[in-house]
C-alpha cells in the first residue's frame, strides 16, 4: 500500500501545481465535478477496465472516456458555464492519467499482492 499510497500524494501534489499554474480554484464546484467526473473516468475505465483487467479495448474506453467529457462539457454549455478552454482541457487530462495511475497501481497492489500471501 506504500506504492498506493506514494501515487495518491504525489498525485495531489502534482495538483496543487497545476492548479496553481492554471489559477484554478480546486474546491470550487464546478472544478470539483469535472476533477471528479475524469479522475474516476481514468480510474475505473482505464486504470481498472483497460490496463488492470483488460476486460475492455482501449478504443472503446477511450471512447467512453471521450463521451463522458464530452456529455459534462455540453451540459456545462446548457447550463451557461463557460468551461472549455484550453487549461481546463490540460487540467482533464492529468486528472484522467492520475485516475488511470491510481487504479491501476491499487487494483495491482490489492488483488496481486493479495494473492501472494
Not at 76 to 87: A, P, Q
Not at 107 to 113: A, F
Request: negative net charge; without cysteine; charged residues 15%.
Amino acid at each position: 500500500m506504500k506504492l498506493v499510497s506514494a501515487v495518491v500524494i504525489i498525485g495531489i501534489i502534482l495538483l496543487y501545481f497545476v492548479d496553481s499554474a492554471f489559477k484554478f480554484n480546486t474546491f470550487e464546484p464546478e472544478m470539483l465535478i469535472h476533477s471528479a467526473i475524469r479522475f474516476f473516468a481514468g480510474f475505473l475505465i482505464l486504470g481498472i477496465g483497460v490496463f488492470y483487467a483488460h476486460k475492455i479495448k482501449l478504443r472503446y474506453a477511450l471512447s467512453l472516456v471521450f463521451i463522458l467529457a464530452l456529455a459534462d462539457d455540453v451540459w456545462d454549455y446548457i447550463r451557461d458555464v463557460n468551461s472549455f478552454s484550453f487549461e481546463v482541457t490540460l487540467h482533464g487530462l492529468y486528472m484522467l492519467s492520475w485516475g488511470a495511475l491510481t487504479g491501476y497501481v491499487l487494483m495491482k497492489r490489492w488483488l496481486d499482492g493479495a494473492a501472494e500471501e
